[in-house]
């Protein structure tokens, strides 16, 4: 993956970094001055669902979306649940 420089905050320095993505998939990270940043994962499966850290944070709320039935189960966005959902929600009863 490549980031170019203008999303990079300091384009000019040179940096080996350790990051991760939404998913918690660990990556290396090297900042190439005015050229960007390259990014390699080296954890190829997409998680299903949040590590182990990250659910711990979660409320119950958000723990749903991930279960048997939520909308985000087996780790994609199952948009009409997802609309079922918020559409819930959001509806407050008046215009």
């Known amino acids: 993956m490549w980031w170019p420089p203008w999303h990079v905050t ?3 320095r040179l940096r ?3 990051g991760s993505d939404e ?3 660990r990556s290396a990270c090297l900042d190439l001055p005015l050229l960007g940043t390259f990014i390699v994962f080296w954890e190829r499966e997409l998680r299903t669902m949040p590590c182990g ?3 711990r944070e979660m409320d119950e709320a958000t723990r749903a979306g991930y279960l048997p ?3 985000l189960e087996g ?3 199952h948009q009409d ?3 079922a959902l ?3 929600a959001g509806s407050t009863g008046s215009k």
Request: include cysteine.
């Open 10 to 12: 300091n384009p000019w």
């Open 69 to 71: 039935g939520g909308y």
């Open 53 to 55: 850290d990250c659910w």
């Open 23 to 25: 998913w918690c998939r």
């Open 86 to 88: 918020f559409a819930e």
């Open 16 to 18: 080996l970094w350790q």
């Open 75 to 77: 780790g994609v966005v």
């Open 81 to 83: 649940r997802a609309d």
